[in-house]
């Protein structure tokens, strides 16, 4: 992750994440959005930014991977995409 400066303007609550982030992700038939994030990692970024009960907007929403992260997490979640053939799931 990446930030400006001053590097210390955000406060990440954890910072124990490495460099490097390594994970298996789903093949592609299995992929709900061709362009899926793996769910462990915004997982671990949405808890070193963020604290229970804040609200996470994400505009380009896809697989709503995130949404999931959040329900994990105890976060409030909005998301929106384009397409809704994804949302099926979650009826």
């Known amino acids: 992750m990446l930030q400006k400066h001053p590097t210390n303007s955000k406060k990440f609550t954890n910072r124990s994440f490495p460099n490097l982030w ?36 994400d505009p380009c929403a896809g697989s709503f991977v995130v949404l999931d992260a959040c329900e994990a997490t105890g976060r409030e979640f909005l998301g929106v995409d384009l397409t809704y053939e994804e949302l099926k799931e979650y009826d």
């Open 22 to 57: 390594g994970e298996d992700k789903p093949s592609i038939s299995k992929r709900k959005h061709p362009h899926q994030k793996p769910f462990f990692l915004l997982r671990t970024l949405i808890e070193a930014t963020t604290q229970e009960k804040d609200l996470i907007v």
